[in-house]
């Protein structure tokens, strides 16, 4: 139990572009997402704090404008990365914390996003 | 604030060789703790964790014991294989301030046969 998807696991657009990366947690609810970037050879960096039903909340220096989290469902919370720039490819993982468990966090796989 | 610092890596060892990897950590109250391992191209897999002091996290032949009177969580395990070449996070979740949890840089591991 406690499976947390990502789709897609790899894209690759265009500058200028947008794009869509989706966190579902496939078997449980969850309360709480959490995206983080991560840069190569780095650590990961948290960017922003999902809760359903309501406004994301960003860590500081994330540009929430560029950076929409949607948390529409117990199971679903989306990033979508607007008017994507080079700058901006990197690995994006999400987490999600299982209602009554708040001390785990379940990782989804990764998206690879590459802009060019 | 919260913070986990890790050894640098990276650290390269023989295989069947023992392994440490060094994780202390800054924290109010008593954080959950965590070690990850990332395998290249893949996401954070749970390796083991403790919830509170004196416990005893272990999976797969790796063990790390919650230390509160040294903030210590250090992984080790007895004799690596060069499948555990990855990269292994140190972590903390704390019980307030919405449960974000603080990674470690990381420390890359390379086992060589």
């Known amino acids: 139990g406690a499976v947390v998807s990502q789709h897609p696991s790899r894209v690759i657009c265009k500058s200028g572009t947008s794009v869509k990366i989706e966190c579902r947690s496939l078997?449980?609810?969850?309360?709480?997402m959490f995206w983080y970037r991560q840069f190569p050879k780095q650590s990961l960096m948290l960017m922003a704090t999902?809760?359903?039903?309501?406004?994301?909340?960003?860590e500081q220096g994330v540009e929430k404008d560029k950076f929409l989290i949607n948390h529409a469902s117990l199971t679903l919370s989306t990033l979508t990365v607007t008017s994507a720039h080079p700058e901006d490819s990197s690995f994006y993982i999400c987490?999600?914390?299982?209602?009554?468990?708040?001390?785990?966090?379940?990782f989804g796989p990764g998206t690879r996003l590459t802009v060019t | 604030g919260n913070s986990v610092t890790q050894m640098e890596g990276p650290v390269t060892l023989s295989e069947e060789a023992f392994l440490t990897i060094n994780c202390t950590y800054t924290a109010t109250g008593y954080p959950s703790l965590f070690w990850y391992v990332q395998y290249p191209g893949e996401g954070l897999q749970l390796l083991l964790k403790?919830?509170?002091?004196?416990d005893k996290g272990s999976n797969k032949g790796f063990e790390a014991t919650y230390r509160k009177e040294t903030t210590s969580f250090h992984l080790e395990k007895g004799s690596v294989q060069v499948s555990d070449s990855a990269v292994y996070f140190c972590?903390?979740?704390?019980?307030?301030?919405?449960?974000?949890?603080?990674f470690g840089a990381g420390t890359r591991l390379f086992v060589k046969a």
């Open positions: 972590a903390l979740t704390p019980l307030t301030g919405g449960f974000k949890t603080i």
């Open positions: 999902s809760n359903e039903g309501s406004k994301a909340t960003y």
């Open positions: 987490s999600a914390m299982r209602r009554g468990d708040p001390y785990e966090q379940y």
């Open positions: 078997d449980f609810q969850a309360t709480t």
């Open positions: 403790a919830t509170k002091a004196d």
